[in-house]
């Protein structure tokens, strides 16, 4: 009896300690949970994609708000891209239908860039997120408003962009 | 596990310390309400007082106020969307950090670590373990005595090799300043950067590299004040430059033989990586300009309000203008009456604004009698401005109010002119804009849109039904302005620059026979100063639209933080206005700067405007090569003839009889 009761307790250690393994040990295989970012080349028209790693267990909802901030923060900075004013937040990601509504802190607005740094960013951001399923439309927010553009700016944000509207 | 990022070489990584850290989840974990302890950090302590202790590490709400001065100095921002439960931090030198609330995982970038709690929610606020974070910003706690001094890392080194140019990438958790120790001109360079500490290996050779073979790295210093040598071991005749980056806490060297081009500045005996970013800050384009003409408290600055002092071509007149005889109140309780005598037919355009003020424009019109500015009686409006608006071509009479609140405001016809009837109650879904024409005392036509949006999606010629098409008109738009000054860099201001090239086209085009009309002849905002960005570029396009123009060209010039960058781009947006940039682009490749092409994006002047439309992006005024042809007259001149030539190619091979809709080729 004694023995049966040894092993039983050993049998369990073994498992615990191999489900501890598996939990702790993410298995290899990751690389399928991947969004794709995309930024703007310094040319001004080449669009990069590059692969960022999602938590597979992450809420489907979240991930446009992961892949905003992704865009924002763009590419490692080895690499030359047009990238957003430093210190640009994405506040809340909403999605309704086939648009996703992006606001962003207003920090963007104390930093336009020019017509150059204006469309290089924002054709990334949307291709990012278009990138995603379901959504096709992306409607730009400032500070919980719509803007028709940036201060000073010359793209256009009032109405959804999409990938058409480059 | 290697990174599954190819461009980046990590400091090295804890495993066993990931390890304990997990082991430490399955206990029990108490929440402590205790007194937080004080880091030391950048020359103070930080004293969390929104914290909580949490399995032995500091749980901080993420608006704490020292978490946030923390992240300040780093550079770093936080953003948190509880409806996601996510936290992404920013970094300095742009990775990502994201938390999930609930969960002891988080991303750094491309890898999965596990902190020693999960990150939680109290009220509308979420808690993240701060030591976790700091080390992932590449701050790591070093005790010093007693004291926990939180001290900056250079934490990323990335070598890259491409084009026969190997450039190092320094990544830093705050912005990084630097002396350079080396005699310039010498193939070793060794940099002492201050501040930082490193967790860097200290020997790193390169593979693969014909200029670079190794670096080395030594941390020095105290705690407090630490301090990271780094010397390049370089091989003969390679030269060294500080390339561009685009953010002081990344700082970036690149290596090549004499000989090959590379693109930077030398090596300062000391230096910051902020200063090497642009040449000058980007402008803060909401703070109000010096140069602006029109102060905040001139609400109401009409278009071209002031005569430009240097008017060479006198613009053609129009037909004579009506006169306003008379302006009379007619309060009743609540409601306001304002009967407007005119002398003739008169065309009107009214505007609501956000903030209740409401005006009517008088097109060609003069004001017969004195200008007013005053407390209207009755309880509808608080301000009556009524005044004459010297515009460059047309005269305009603005008749303003400033209600109390929303309320419905109707423009009728009556006997000699009409009445704005003001009345007692809101309008809860108020029109922002419309259009009308009165004649005879009857209202002939008019064009009340349903929502501003409708603005762009009513067709032109529904919005200005009563506006025949100008064949000989151009419009020129010269961007920004006022308290907009657009892109400033290398001494030069881009609404300046805007506006002279502009004059400079008028000239010709007059010359050549068309009329021309300015969206601003001064430096002054169109619709008003730090107006909205859709008023002001609305008006901007209504001067176009509602003159029936039939060319619009606005005129800007580039900015961009690489210095690197130049040329001129021509941009179009609705399809039928190719043609156009191609021809005005086609002219401007004489000018001397470099060919960036058509391009079509969705600009709001382009897209907004109802002729065909094109936007020059004339040159770079952050490129050096491109600013010093910017301060050249004969350049802009230059400009400004190949405008015109494009414009003149265009107008012959599209003639505006040929049909009156389309004017594609
Ligand atoms: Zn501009």
């Avoid at chain 2, 804890?14 to 020359?43: D, E, K, N, Q």
């Avoid at chain 2, 109000?288 to 102060?295: Q, V």
Wanted: proline letters at 7%; a neutral charge.
């Amino acid at each position: 009896m004694k023995v049966l009761r040894a092993v039983v307790v050993l049998a369990v250690l073994v498992v615990a300690a191999y489900l501890a393994y598996r939990y702790l040990v993410q298995p290899p295989g990751r690389s399928a949970d991947t969004i794709t970012v995309y930024y703007c080349k310094t040319d001004g028209v080449t669009l990069v994609a590059w692969k960022v790693s999602r938590d597979p267990r992450m809420d489907p909802n979240k991930v446009a708000f992961y892949a905003t901030a992704q865009a924002l923060a763009g590419p490692p900075v080895s690499v030359e891209a047009i990238r957003f004013p430093a210190g640009t937040i994405v506040k809340h990601v909403d999605l309704s239908g086939s648009t996703a509504t992006v606001d962003l802190g207003g920090t963007i607005s104390r930093s336009a860039g020019g017509s150059f740094a204006e469309s290089g960013e924002f054709r990334g951001l949307i291709w990012t997120l278009t990138a995603l399923p379901g959504i096709t439309a992306v409607q730009i927010k400032v500070d919980g408003a719509k803007v028709a553009t940036l201060p000073g700016g010359h793209l256009e944000l009032e109405q959804p962009l999409a990938r058409s509207s480059f | 596990m290697s990174s599954n990022n190819p461009w980046h070489v990590r400091a090295s990584r804890h495993f066993p310390a990931l390890c304990a850290a997990s082991l430490a989840l399955l206990l029990p974990i108490r929440s402590v309400a205790a007194p937080a302890p004080a880091y030391w950090f950048a020359g103070t302590n930080l004293i969390f007082t929104k914290a909580q202790t949490h399995g032995g590490e500091l749980a901080v709400a993420l608006d704490d106020p020292s978490l946030a001065r923390f992240l300040i100095k780093l550079n770093a921002t936080v953003a948190y969307d509880p409806g996601s439960r996510l936290v992404i931090v920013t970094s300095g030198d742009r990775r990502v950090v994201t938390f999930t609330l609930g969960d002891t995982r988080f991303e750094n970038g491309p890898l999965l670590e596990r902190a020693p709690f999960a990150p939680y929610a109290v009220g509308a606020t979420a808690y993240i373990p701060f030591v976790t974070l700091a080390k992932a910003l590449y701050v790591v706690p070093v005790k010093d005595g007693a004291t926990t001094v939180l001290q900056p890392q250079i934490g990323g080194l990335d070598v890259r090799t491409r084009d026969r140019v190997t450039t190092v990438t320094l990544s830093s958790a705050v912005p990084i300043r630097f002396k350079r120790t080396s005699p310039g001109g010498s193939e070793r360079l060794t940099l002492v950067f201050s501040g930082v500490a490193s967790t860097l290996e200290t020997k790193r050779s390169i593979g693969g590299s014909a200029e670079l073979r190794g670096v080395s790295i030594q941390s020095g210093g105290t705690a407090r004040n630490p301090t990271t040598t780094m010397t390049f071991d370089a091989t003969p005749q390679t030269m060294h430059v500080l390339a561009n980056s685009d953010t002081p806490n990344v700082i970036a060297v690149a290596f090549a033989k004499s000989g090959v081009g590379l693109s930077g500045v030398p090596i300062p005996d000391a230096g910051d990586a902020a200063s090497v970013i642009a040449a000058a800050p980007r402008p803060s384009s909401s703070a109000p300009s010096t140069e602006s003409s029109a102060g905040p408290s001139d609400e109401y600055a009409p278009v071209g309000s002031e005569v430009p002092a240097e008017a060479a071509i006198p613009p053609p007149p129009l037909g004579s203008p009506v006169v306003v005889t008379s302006l009379d109140l007619l309060p009743a309780d609540a409601a306001l009456n304002v009967r407007v005598g005119v002398s003739g037919p008169v065309r009107y355009e009214w505007h609501r604004l956000t903030d209740n003020r409401w005006y009517v424009d008088l097109k060609n019109a003069m004001l017969g009698i004195p200008a007013r500015d005053e407390q209207p009686p009755g309880s509808a409006a608080t301000g009556l401005r009524v005044r004459q608006l010297a515009g460059d071509q047309n005269p305009t009479v603005r008749i303003a109010f400033t209600l109390v609140s929303p309320r419905q405001v109707n423009v009728v016809a009556s006997d000699n002119g009409f009445t704005i009837a003001i009345g007692g109650l809101d309008d809860l879904e108020p029109q922002r804009v419309g259009t009308g024409r009165v004649a005879g005392g009857m209202l002939i036509a008019s064009a009340p849109l349903a929502n501003p949006g409708d603005l762009w999606s009513t067709p032109a010629a529904m919005l200005h039904p009563i506006v025949p098409t100008n064949p000989k008109l151009i419009v020129i738009d010269p961007g920004h302005g006022g308290s907009d000054a657009g892109a400033a860099h290398n001494g030069l201001t881009e609404k300046a620059l805007n506006l002279d090239i502009s004059k400079r086209l008028r000239a010709i085009l007059v010359a050549r026979g068309w009329q021309v009309e300015m969206t601003r002849y001064t430096d002054t905002d169109v619709f008003a100063a730090n107006g909205s960005a859709h008023d002001e570029l609305q008006a901007r396009c209504d001067i176009a639209n509602n003159a029936g123009a039939r060319m619009f060209v606005s005129v800007h010039i580039n900015s961009y933080t690489d210095a690197a960058l130049n040329g001129t781009t021509t941009y179009f947006y609705k399809d039928s206005d190719r043609a156009l940039a191609d021809a005005v682009h086609r002219r401007l490749a004489s000018v001397g700067t470099a060919d960036k092409g058509v391009r079509k994006e969705e600009f709001y002047v382009i897209h907004h405007t109802t002729m065909p439309a094109t936007l020059i992006e004339t040159a770079f005024l952050s490129n050096a090569s491109d600013a010093s042809l910017l301060k050249l007259p004969a350049f802009l001149q230059r400009v400004a003839v190949a405008i015109a030539d494009g414009l003149g190619d265009y107008a012959s091979r599209n003639p505006v009889n040929a049909t009156s809709t389309s004017d594609g080729s």
